[in-house]
């Protein structure tokens, strides 16, 4: 089965501080995404990648950054962390093209509370 | 460009009675649709998914979803509920083709079952 796996469930941070989270999948998915969860709003894409050192916006990526540096694991920053911020973050994966339909592979999220 | 709709944010229902979750979309080409479930404190999980094919899609827990072009609809259904099916349910589309394929997420409906 594949994993993915985020490495905090919870979190609580103070304003401005910077807030990495970290995301690793074990089944050589060639994209990885960020998504952010807020009651009434259901998922938003925040940033994804398509492959190593690569990476695109989604709809909502003020105020965040990524990386990927190794195909299995992609980082969420956030460089200065803002109330506004607090919500549930989701890792996920997929497959790309053909050899998937996109189908995405779902981590536990990471709950992130921003005082 | 397309979008997702879930027009139920809640449905409340007892158990062992029935359940249909309504899920609308557009979009202006051909597209994958996928209903995904969401258990308390938990990352989200495939439920089901229509690719081609028969328009009837049975996933996993008892669920099905029937596929409606004419009606750009993916209703998500279940003869008889447990309370172990309490759990918030969402709806998405990826198109088929064309670089990379975004996934787009409707709200959320969260299913309450009643014992």
């Known amino acids: 089965d594949v994993k993915v796996t985020q490495s905090s469930r919870y979190l609580v941070k103070r304003t401005g501080e910077k807030v990495f989270l970290e995301c690793v999948q074990d089944?050589?998915?060639?994209?990885m995404f960020w998504y952010r969860q807020d009651p009434g709003l259901g998922l938003r894409l925040i940033y994804f990648s398509y492959d190593v050192k690569m990476k695109e916006k989604g709809d909502i990526p003020e105020g965040y950054s990524v990386s990927r540096e190794k195909k299995e694991r992609f980082s969420l920053i956030l460089e200065s962390a803002s109330t506004n911020q607090t919500s549930m973050y989701l890792c996920?994966?997929?497959?790309?093209?053909?050899?998937?339909?996109?189908?995405?592979?779902f981590g536990e999220g990471s709950r992130l509370t921003v005082l | 460009a397309q979008s997702v709709t879930q027009l139920d944010s809640q449905v409340p229902v007892f158990e062992e009675a029935p359940v249909e979750l309504r899920c609308n979309y557009s979009s202006s080409v051909s597209v994958y649709l996928f209903w995904y479930v969401q258990y308390p404190n938990q990352g989200l999980q495939l439920l089901l998914k229509?690719?081609?094919?028969?328009?009837l899609v049975k996933g996993i827990n008892g669920f099905e979803a029937e596929f409606n072009k004419s009606q750009t609809s993916f209703h998500l259904r279940k003869p008889s509920v447990h309370i172990s099916d309490t759990a918030e349910y969402f709806c998405?589309?990826?198109?088929?083709?064309?670089?990379?394929?975004?996934?787009?997420f409707g709200t959320g409906t969260k299913l309450q079952v009643i014992p």
């Open positions: 229509y690719l081609s094919g028969s328009t």
């Open positions: 089944m050589d998915h060639e994209n």
């Open positions: 996920a994966s997929s497959l790309w093209g053909t050899s998937g339909t996109g189908e995405l592979f």
């Open positions: 998405a589309v990826r198109r088929r083709s064309g670089g990379y394929q975004k996934v787009t």
